[in-house]
């Protein structure tokens, strides 16, 4: 439903290793149908800081983690969603981070994150990546720094069948 919800770590109990844990509908106040896509730890709210969210339908918002400081217990909303939409991750990064969108069907994208501007916390987003009628979002994943001046990045790509690789981000094309 794009809500986002917030817990201090101290308030979550302690338990041992082997134990289940505490229900995070006792922690927090989540509907019954609603399902916990990412968790973002923040020690401190700082300026250069974003939040980007990534919807199931190739939607991407970027929103200044100073947004976030106060939310109440009953949440907050952090993005519009079509019909048949929902988040599917939400990544922290810096102005100067690049971001790599890759889909089930094996296409990707890349982008750096000042391409995309900041909007406000009820706002849809931007389509950053137009999807077939039988793809889905796979991952999204952030890269600090810029390619071209901190050297070459790679990351690893796996299939669902066992295959990985590694690649360069450079080799993916941007998408601006």
Known sequence: RGIA?????YEIPIAARTSKGTPVPQLLAI?????????????????????????????????????????????????????????????????????????????????????????????MGVQALTLQADDEIADMDIFEGNTTIDGPKCFVAMTDNGYGKRILIDDFRSKR
């Open 5 to 9: 919800y917030s817990i201090k770590c």
């Open 31 to 123: 509907p019954d149908d609603d399902k916990i896509t990412s968790t973002i730890p923040i020690d401190k709210f700082t300026e250069d800081d974003s939040l980007i969210l990534l919807t199931s339908q190739g939607y991407c918002k970027r929103t200044l983690l100073s947004a976030f400081k106060s939310i109440a217990s009953r949440g907050l909303v952090i993005i519009t969603l079509r019909e048949n939409d929902s988040v599917k991750l939400a990544r922290r990064c810096k102005n100067t981070d690049q971001v790599v969108l890759a889909t089930r069907g094996g296409y990707a994208t890349r982008f750096a994150v000042d391409e995309i501007s900041c909007k406000g916390r009820s706002s």
